[in-house]
């Protein structure tokens, strides 16, 4: 039901979450998409069915690029996911990505642990993630929350998983997919709740119930997690080959979640993420600050990673003061 992307929106409005306009199915051909896009209006995307990571996903500002985009979409989402089925969507300008993280057992408990703000991106691929969403009201993450639960009751879902969601500069909410599985960013919600989700995880798939109530689950300061990836930081082209050495920082509010070691060598053949650092303070700036340091203590010789990005990012005066969207990261690499 979720795995699908055209059945996941239908599981979604048949449980009275707002999505994004858009078909209603999987597009015939492009001349489909040309009338599904005259109708919702541009700028639209094209987005493959069983697509993720940013992959098989391209913005039409017009007609002449919604007929040049949608073989390329087609071509990429079958080499990536064996699939040649697309969709389209109306183009949310300027959005916040807010995801939330579920629980539910095999005895009808579902639960969220709040949400995380993974707006940092680039070409869709997420670069750091923030939990909680700074830019959310109080009622806007009840909200969210009691959303992300009602999908996940409505298709039935027993694990851990991730329910995504735009939030349009209006304020409303529209769900974009729902990812079965724990996600690269669980990290930040365990650090802000306490709750180890892997841990969760298995007891969910022992038969055990949830060792949690929605009310026993709070958040506790924030927290936020940048990506390492093995590219070139000015081309962003994968960079591949020996780590000479390598250091995690430390110290009180960090964790390193990685498998580098000094002689390890980097494949070519996988996502280029090698490590993710991840911070907690009482309040965002401790966090912030913690991540500041835990980058310079970071050392990766022997291949290139995109730290120095990291390392701008945090000290740019648009992430210390919250003020960004999914566009942020790209305008910034630009200036």
């Not at 489909?32 to 005259?38: F, L």
């Not at 670069?127 to 109080?138: C, D, G, N, R, T």
């Not at 990812?179 to 709750?195: A, D, F, I, K, L």
Request: net charge negative; proline share 4%.
């Amino acid at each position: 039901a979720m795995g699908d992307k055209t059945q996941a929106r239908k599981t979604a409005i048949a449980a009275g979450v707002p999505v994004t306009p858009g078909s209603e199915g999987n597009l015939d051909d492009v001349e489909d998409a040309v009338r599904q896009a005259e109708d919702v209006g541009y700028p639209v995307m094209l987005k493959a069915t069983s697509g993720g990571g940013g992959r098989g996903i391209r913005r039409c500002d017009n007609e002449k690029e919604l007929r040049q985009n949608y073989e390329r979409v087609i071509s990429e989402a079958t080499k990536a996911f064996g699939s040649a089925e697309v969709f389209l969507e109306k183009c949310i300008i300027e959005p916040r990505h807010i995801e939330v993280q579920v629980l539910a057992d095999h005895h009808g408990n579902v639960v969220h642990l709040y949400e995380r703000d993974c707006s940092i991106q680039r070409r869709n691929q997420k670069l750091i993630e923030v939990a909680p969403s700074p830019q959310l009201s109080e009622e806007q993450r009840e909200t969210i929350g009691n959303l992300a639960i009602q999908v996940t009751r409505q298709c039935g879902y027993v694990n851990a998983g991730t329910v995504e969601f735009l939030l349009d500069h209006d304020d409303s909410f529209y769900f974009m997919e729902m990812n079965t599985r724990v996600q690269v960013e669980h990290p930040v919600s365990e650090m802000v709740t306490g709750v180890d989700i892997v841990r969760e995880q298995l007891r969910i798939a022992s038969g055990l119930p949830l060792q949690y109530t929605q009310d026993e689950i709070k958040i506790s300061g924030h927290a936020l997690e940048c990506r390492i990836n093995a590219e070139d930081p000015q081309t962003f082209v994968p960079s591949p080959g020996k780590v000479k050495h390598f250091h995690a920082p430390g110290g009180n509010g960090v964790r390193v979640d990685s498998h580098l070691y000094s002689g390890y060598t980097v494949p070519p053949f996988y996502d280029s993420m090698v490590a993710k650092l991840i911070t907690w303070g009482d309040d965002r700036e401790i966090a912030r600050r913690r991540m500041k340091n835990a980058l310079d203590e970071l050392v990766v010789e022997g291949i290139k990673t995109n730290q120095a990005l990291h390392r701008k990012l945090v000290r740019d005066g648009g992430f210390k003061q919250v003020d960004f969207t999914i566009h942020y990261l790209e305008k910034l690499i630009r200036d």
